[in-house]
């Protein structure tokens, strides 16, 4: 019997070089200027840039609740490829992965992320839209 694990792809493209489309993916400063959907704001953000180090970003939604994501990067390739797992705080249980993908292009940089191992569906949906807010959130960022 062949499981389907849920994934997501997203393909974006930002008016900006790689390098500072990494930055917004690896320093913390960045991070929290656009990380989360548009209901929240990150209020924290940390990233150990080393194979085995850790990141984490705390978000707040707008009705207060607080969220807490973190991970440990499995693959780093500056500017280039960067993989980390991905695992909420509120479900230690639940690890998946994202892979970020960058790629110069004319006009910018092109980022192909991918998420997957998630453990359903469901789940895979909620992130679709996470993240595709959050792309808009770093598209605007990147534009100004």
């Known amino acids: 019997m062949n499981v389907t694990v849920p994934s997501l792809t997203l393909v974006r493209r930002f008016r900006a070089p790689p390098a500072r489309v990494w930055a917004a993916w690896t320093k913390p400063e960045v ?4 990380f989360g959907p548009h209901h929240t704001r990150a209020e924290h953000a940390e990233a150990d840039l080393r194979l085995g180090g850790r990141f984490r970003v705390a978000l707040r939604e707008d009705n ?11 693959e780093i390739e500056p500017e280039r490829r960067l993989v980390f797992s991905w695992n909420w705080v509120s479900t230690p249980e639940r690890v998946s992965r994202v892979t970020v993908v960058l790629r110069e292009v004319p006009d910018g940089t092109e980022v192909t992320l991918t998420h997957d191992r998630f453990t359903d569906a469901d789940t895979a949906t909620r992130h679709r839209r996470g993240w595709t807010e959050s792309l808009e959130r770093l598209e605007t960022l990147l534009a100004a």
């Not at 969220?67 to 440990?72: A, D, I, M, R, Y």
């Open 31 to 34: 991070m929290v200027l656009w």
């Open 64 to 74: 207060g609740e607080r969220h807490e994501v973190t991970g440990l990067y499995q």
